[in-house]
């Protein structure tokens, strides 16, 4: 089955404790990206990733990292996160930039 | 950045009543996307229309774009109780940045 599989799917965590949110794609999408989901505020993009080895910022890159070793895995690196990143993370995947999404079911993360 | 904006906000129906939800954007596009939101699941791809169409259908959804207005409307005819859902449009950036950026959402209910 095609599919963008993020985990874990709740995460609690204190400030300042490195954290890494995992995704991994089975359809050999070139591009992945991560979105923060906030009330009010919408789906903003973090970071995205063309293709291997090739990563840019979105809207909201401050405080998170991202690496794109292998084509299937983007990972979502919060080195010291912080209470104002308490958000729902989703991950998403598609052949190519403009081409239609595939969302992972989303990250809730709690930083307490 | 420029963001597709949802109109309404909120939007509450009967079933078997029609949806209309609108989107406006701000600048020259190369295609238009409608996503759906359960809540707090992943987004779902609808539809995608193109600049150089002026209608699409899939199932009981029907896509206008008027690029002249710059505006989109998705239109659920016969709507269901599982339709409630938030509706999500976004728009790439003919400017290169080969990504999606969405606006803030049309929230349905459908009452049974």
């Known amino acids: 089955e095609a599919q963008v599989t993020q985990n874990p799917r709740y995460l609690i965590t204190v400030t300042g404790k490195k954290l890494t949110v995992t995704c991994s794609q089975n359809?050999?999408?070139?591009?992945m990206s991560w979105y923060r989901q906030d009330p009010g505020l919408g789906l903003r993009q973090i970071y995205y990733?063309?293709?291997?080895?090739?990563?840019d910022k979105g809207d909201v890159p401050e405080g998170y990292k991202v690496s794109r070793k292998e084509k299937r895995n983007f990972p979502l690196i919060l080195e010291s996160p912080s209470p104002n990143q308490t958000s729902l993370y989703f991950c998403?995947?598609?052949?190519?930039?403009?081409?239609?999404?595939?969302f992972g079911n989303g990250t809730r993360l709690t930083v307490t | 950045s420029q963001q597709g904006e949802e109109d309404p906000q909120a939007l509450s129906i009967q079933e078997g009543e029609n949806a209309t939800m609108n989107c406006s954007y701000k600048?020259?596009?190369?295609?238009l996307q409608w996503y759906r939101q359960n809540s707090g699941r992943g987004l779902v791809h609808l539809i995608l229309?193109?600049?150089?169409?002026r209608e699409k259908h899939s199932g009981r959804l029907r896509v206008t774009l008027d690029t002249s207005k710059k505006s989109s409307s998705l239109l659920i005819t016969a709507s269901r109780a599982a339709d409630t859902a938030s509706y999500f449009c976004?728009?790439?950036?003919?400017?290169?940045?080969?990504?999606?950026?969405f606006g803030k959402g049309t929230k349905l209910t459908v009452n049974p």
């Open positions: 998403a995947s598609s052949l190519a930039g403009y081409s239609p999404l595939h």
């Open positions: 359809m050999n999408h070139e591009y």
């Open positions: 990733s063309m293709n291997v080895e090739v990563t």
């Open positions: 600048t020259s596009i190369n295609n």
């Open positions: 229309i193109r600049s150089n169409e």
């Open positions: 976004a728009t790439d950036d003919q400017g290169g940045s080969e990504k999606l950026v």
